[in-house]
């Protein structure tokens, strides 16, 4: 039976591999992909110009999921404020961020309630942040 140690080095191991294969990917196709990534955001700014109220709706929506999921919010931040003007932009940001955080406690609180608890019970680490 492997050891906890052996499996922190092979999730290690495999996560090393993973991380490889996605920068090969990303570099391999890197010419598509800023190329797609450039126009798509042109388009979709150009969108959001033409449908303010729609467009500060689903970028606050998309927002808050990324908030949720922890990405960086720096870009968000500074897209609100090109986009929409520094006022509306301060004010979609923090509405924004506040959403991804009741969207995680709401997950958390509903769906992951279990997985919550018996993590508690079993990690030291989680029962600490608990207490």
Request: charged share 5%; glycine share 8%.
């Amino acid at each position: 039976m492997p050891t906890e140690i052996t499996l922190l080095k092979q999730r290690i191991g495999l996560a090393v591999i993973a991380l490889a294969l996605l920068l090969t990917l990303i570099a391999f196709f890197y010419g598509t992909i800023s190329a797609f990534l450039s126009t798509s955001l042109s388009q979709f700014q150009s969108w959001l110009h033409q449908h303010l109220f729609l467009g500060a709706v689903v970028f606050l929506l998309l927002q808050s999921v990324a908030a949720c999921c922890l990405l960086p919010m720096t870009v968000f931040g500074l897209l609100a404020g090109s986009i929409f003007s520094l006022p509306v932009g301060v004010c979609l940001t923090l509405a924004g961020n506040q959403g991804g955080i009741l969207l995680a406690y709401l997950i958390g609180s509903s769906f992951l309630r279990a997985w919550v608890q018996h993590l508690s019970q079993t990690d030291p680490r989680v029962r600490i942040l608990c207490y």
